[in-house]
Each structure stands twice: as C-alpha cells, then as structure tokens.
C-alpha cells in the first residue's frame, strides 16, 4: 500500500530546501482517514540526512490520484480495501500479475454467464409448465375434463366390467389372505388367482380368522368373501341390451383375462364333520348364480370361481354325491404321498434307509439334526392337511375330487441348509411334481421359508423353475413384482 496514497497526500512537500533536502519533520504521514502511511525507516532517514545525502519519497501514481480525485472519497476508500490481486491489475509494470488478473475476471464472468444462461433455460421451462396447467391447449383440456358433465365425453370415462382393469393375473395364493387390510381386494389388486379364509363354526355361523381369540362378529365367510365376489362378478357380467344374457356369462374378476377362474381355498379349522353342510349352504349365493366351477362327469365345467376345502376338510364327504350334490367343493390333496421317481428311483430320497434330503453327508456331520428331522416327517397326523378322513390309496385323488396337491416345504422338504436346496432335496421337489401332474392336480407347497429375505426369493425361484403350479406367499407385492423368467439377487 505504499504506492497508493490520497489526495491529501499527494499534495505534502517530502522536501525542505533549508535542510539539504531531507525534512526532519517527525510528523507521521497521514491519509484522508487519518491513517498512518508507510514511509521508509526512521533510523534510514536520519543516518542519510546525517551524511548529507538527499532522499526524496516516491511520488504517488497520477492515474491513481485522478481515479481519487474524480470519484470521491467512495473511490478512494475502495481503492484502499481492495485485494492485493485487484490493485496489481492497475499496475502497469506488473504485467504477469496483470494477465492473470485478465484471467480470473474471465474465468467468473464465463461462470456466472453460465448459471444466469441455464437459469433462464429454467425460468422458461417453469413459465412453459405453469402456462399448460393455467392456459391449456384444446387436446390438454379435453383429457382432463374427459367424462365430466358437460365436457367432452361425458359419461365415456369407465366401462361397465373395468373393476379390474389393467391387471394382469399372476399364479400367486393369497396365504392367510383375511390378515390383509383388506380381504380379497388387495389380492385381487397384485393379480393372485387364489386367496385363503381359516373358517370356524360357532352357533350355526362361519367366522374367519386365524384362531379363535381373533374371532369378531362382524368378520364372517359371507362379509369377507361370499357377497364381494358376487358383487364384483355381477359387475363383471352386466345384462345391457348388447348383452342380454349376461346373467348367463361367466366373466371372471380379471377383465384382462375374463377366462381366469379365481380359487377360494377354505381351510377347514373345526371338525370337518359338522363344518361341511355349512360351507355347501354359505356357497349358494355363488352358486344360484352359475359362478361356481363343478364336475360334470368326468369333466370340469370351468367357472369363475373355484371352492378347495383343506385342512379338516372330510374327503370323504368332498367324494360323496350325497354330501356334495352339486360336485362344486374340490379337495386339498397330501402331495406328500404323490411322489414318482424315474425309473431308477425307487423311493422318495428321505424314505431311502438311513438317507437324508440334506446330502449324503447329513448324518455324520449333523446326526442329531438329521434324525430329529426324519422324526419330524415320519410322524402320524392324524388331522393333518389332506389327511382328515382320507385313504390310504394315493390314487384315489383325482380331478374329479380334487384341485391341489400340497403340503407343508418345512415338513417334508425339510430346511434350506447352507444356503442352497440339495440335490435329495430337488429330487423330492421332482417326484412330488412329477405325481401330482400325473393326476392333473395342481401343486402347491406352504410354510417356505420367509427370512432371510434373500433366501426366500431362492427357493420362490427354485420352485418356479421345477414347475410347481402356484406360490404359495406372504409378501404379494415382492412377488408380484419379480420377473420369475430368471434368476435374481444375491443368493446362489
């Protein structure tokens, strides 16, 4: 700062003539603010006046003093505060810091023309969005008011059978469906094409839920499911005068797919026995109206709607014509008992003396393991899914009493050890499809494994890929949104 000085300074003497040229004045050098200058050391001054040499102090820049003198005060005290980079641009004899200066004022000025430029870009982009929702064009208006009274279209905005439009059916069953917070509808929504209802019977009615402390009286077959599905079928068979027999069609609930039957799996959880002529009478209203699928001889006549008694459900009384006249209620085979090897296999991998679904080397390595597990799958049950007054020959289960064959993964398949379904175990997972198809039932295996989450996704995509029929899930959003024609994720 000791080149940049003010007005007032400009105009001092540095020189006294009665002095050899050297001022002895000790008053400091001031600025128009009162500030103190820099001027060449005091010990230097004297000891050059002592030996009679002149010192004379540098002149103030004439370009700076003009620039002073001509804005003010303002001038002056920016001129004082500005960085050391900026008051090098005024120097004319600097000229490297002089270009660099030039570029880093081109540098900012590029930047900051930039961001106004794509600011712009946006304001217009903005101002453009904000015109379409305020002033639309004619196509702009026309979709949004499309169906509204007095607009165009008025009355055109739905279809008579678009309950379900735009939703593609999946093999997906329901599991436990009436926990959903809403029954049916959240399974119709994802595209399952079977739900599942626990039934209990108390005092001549049909409660849902999935133990008797969860039992409410407003939770019944008919409220959560028997009147929704008349409901959405009637709506999905109108009688219109373009279709005046539409009490006679039989649409099912996906109008992408009207042929797709949905399956009401009743799982039987008091005595069969006394619980079966309920169920056939609780299934009249479905049935009055054509919409229950049933046997026909020795053919199915495919409806809509497909009723599967399990758990305690009497084959016995599904098989007879006097319990089940109308020959609507098909049955939940043991697909356990359904297993077919190829013809160098003999029996079923965990039926084999000493021999384990988990690998040949299960039994040294984990035999407490291994043997409580053996245990487990050999154990009679007499209430057990498929087994409530069934026989004994697994050949009596047919299409003409029954729909799916299943059976718990965790009972007879056994766990996933290690990450990965063995080899005994596939073979299982083969015999058991392989015996059902034999017989044109459709299987289905319960209780897979949910956590992790990673090796739940595995045996879902293993099951697929071996051929089983529908997937029997918890979580239907992540398995509707999988692509199941290959392999995802981290697991092996």
């Not at 230097?44 to 010192?55: F, I, M, N, P, T």
């Not at 393991?369 to 020959?393: M, V």
């Not at 319960?446 to 890929?465: A, K, M, S």
Request: net charge negative.
């Amino acid at each position: 700062m000791g080149r940049v000085f003010g007005e007032g300074v400009a105009n001092r003497s540095f020189s006294d003539e009665g002095k050899g040229g050297c001022s002895q004045s000790s008053e400091p050098l001031l600025n128009d603010d009162h500030h103190r200058l820099d001027t060449p050391d005091d010990n230097h001054s004297q000891s050059s006046c002592a030996k009679g040499k002149s010192w004379t102090h540098p002149q103030p820049d004439p370009s700076l003093e003009r620039k002073a003198s001509g804005c003010g005060a303002l001038a002056l005290v920016s001129a004082l505060h500005r960085p050391r980079w900026m008051m090098n641009c005024n120097d004319d004899y600097d000229k490297e810091n002089g270009m660099r200066c030039v570029r880093r004022r081109l540098c900012a000025r590029l930047g900051l023309g930039t961001v106004i430029f794509l600011g712009i870009i946006q304001l217009f982009s903005i101002v453009g969005g904000l015109l379409i929702v305020f002033m639309p064009d004619g196509v702009h208006r026309i979709i949004e008011d499309w169906g509204q009274i007095g607009h165009s279209g008025q009355g055109l905005s739905s279809w008579p059978t678009d309950f379900s439009r735009g939703i593609l059916p999946i093999p997906l069953h329901s599991h436990n469906d009436y926990w959903r917070r809403v029954p049916l509808y959240s399974a119709i929504e994802v595209g399952c094409i079977s739900v599942e209802a626990d039934v209990w019977l108390f005092d001549e009615q049909l409660y849902v839920g999935h133990s008797l402390a969860s039992l409410t009286p407003n939770r019944t077959l008919a409220s959560l499911y028997i009147d929704p599905l008349v409901r959405i079928l009637e709506n999905q068979n109108p009688a219109t005068r373009f279709h005046p027999d539409g009490n006679n069609s039989h649409h099912g609930v996906f109008d992408t797919s009207p042929e797709q039957p949905l399956t009401l799996l009743i799982d039987f959880k008091t005595p069969g026995t006394a619980l079966f002529p309920y169920i056939v009478s609780a299934l009249e209203p479905l049935r009055s109206r054509g919409y229950l699928s049933h046997r026909n001889g020795s053919a199915i006549v495919s409806r809509p709607i497909i009723v599967v008694g399990t758990g305690n459900t009497p084959f016995n009384l599904v098989d007879s014509v006097d319990s089940n006249p109308h020959k609507d209620i098909f049955f939940d085979s043991p697909l356990e008992e359904m297993w077919e090897g190829l013809p160098e296999e003999e029996h079923p991998p965990a039926q084999k003396p000493g021999s384990s679904v988990y690998g040949a080397d299960l039994d040294a390595s984990m035999p407490e393991l291994a043997a409580a597990e053996r245990e487990r799958r050999t154990a009679s049950d007499g209430i057990a899914q498929g087994k409530f007054e069934a026989p004994d020959n697994p050949e009596a289960y047919t299409t003409n009493n029954s729909f799916y064959a299943s059976v718990s993964f965790t009972r007879v398949v056994g766990h996933v050890l290690h990450g990965k379904v063995s080899e005994p175990q596939l073979a299982l997972i083969r015999g058991h499809i392989r015996g059902a198809h034999r017989r044109g039932l459709k299987v289905r295996y319960w209780e897979l494994p949910f956590w992790p989450i990673g090796l739940r996704n595995y045996v879902w995509e293993v099951l697929v890929r071996e051929g089983v029929d529908i997937l029997n899930v918890d979580d239907l959003n992540a398995a509707a949104k999988r692509d199941w024609t290959k392999p995802s994720g981290w697991w092996p």
